[in-house]
């Protein structure tokens, strides 16, 4: 089935980036967060603050590559991320790393979550869909 | 007169936090500031009326609040543009 994903229009518009609203439920706690739609982020990442507020235990630590640095993030898992009304996964894998504080977001949905589905973005007519495969 | 006209005020901002209105009307009332709503009802599965729990400033103050709200379903984000328009991201 085909799901049409609603998404920030003024951080469309200014910056040509899908931001969803991601419900992350983790121990209890649930928590909508605006999350950039990533296609080049191996998983949903989150800030090392939010990661702890979740109740996300490090179960190890990821060798990390970003466009400018390579390190190390804490690497966890959540219950269950949903995206719009029905797209959801469970026991998402979730690194932790202190993103720029410009972003317009608070995390990254990469592959650990968008793997469960096909992606469709169409930046000319302003359109995001997930098909469940 | 004075005190009670203070009084009222603070009741008023006290009942209009814990007011169930629309997230679009809540970001018109709080600008530029982080967030943490308690939702009340969605919409195509993202968030569409709530209530605020706070509001404020600074982040760390919001990010505290998460877990000791566990249970509802919390709504976290900064209302504003953190940067300008011409921002290119590479990430």
Not at chain 1, 21 to 46: F, H
Request: aromatic residues 12%.
């Amino acid at each position: 089935m085909k799901f049409s994903i609603p998404f920030n229009q003024g951080v469309f518009r200014d910056f040509s980036l899908f931001v969803v609203s991601a419900l992350i439920e983790n121990q209890g706690r649930s928590l909508y967060l605006p999350m950039i739609v990533d296609t080049a982020a191996s998983y949903i990442t989150v800030r090392p603050d939010v990661f702890e507020q979740l109740g996300i235990v490090p179960i190890r630590k990821t060798p990390l590559v970003t466009a400018s640095e390579r390190a190390e993030a804490p690497l966890g898992q959540v219950d269950k991320v949903t995206v719009g009304a029905r797209c959801f996964a469970v026991n998402s894998p979730v690194i932790s790393i202190p993103l720029p504080a410009v972003l317009p977001a608070e995390g990254l949905l990469g592959a650990s979550f968008l793997r469960n589905f096909f992606l469709s973005m169409d930046y000319d007519k302003g359109k995001l869909e997930l098909i469940t495969k | 007169m004075t005190a009670p006209f203070i009084g009222y005020n603070l009741y008023a901002v006290a009942r209009d936090f814990m007011k169930s209105r629309t997230i679009i009307t809540i970001e018109r009332e709080f600008p530029n500031q982080w967030l943490l709503i308690e939702v009340t009802e969605t919409k195509d599965g993202a968030p569409f009326k709530g209530f605020v729990l706070k509001a404020s400033r600074k982040r760390q103050e919001i990010v505290e609040e998460i877990s000791r709200n566990s249970g509802k379903k919390l709504f976290f984000f900064f209302n504003g543009m953190p940067t300008s328009p011409d921002t290119a991201f590479a990430l």
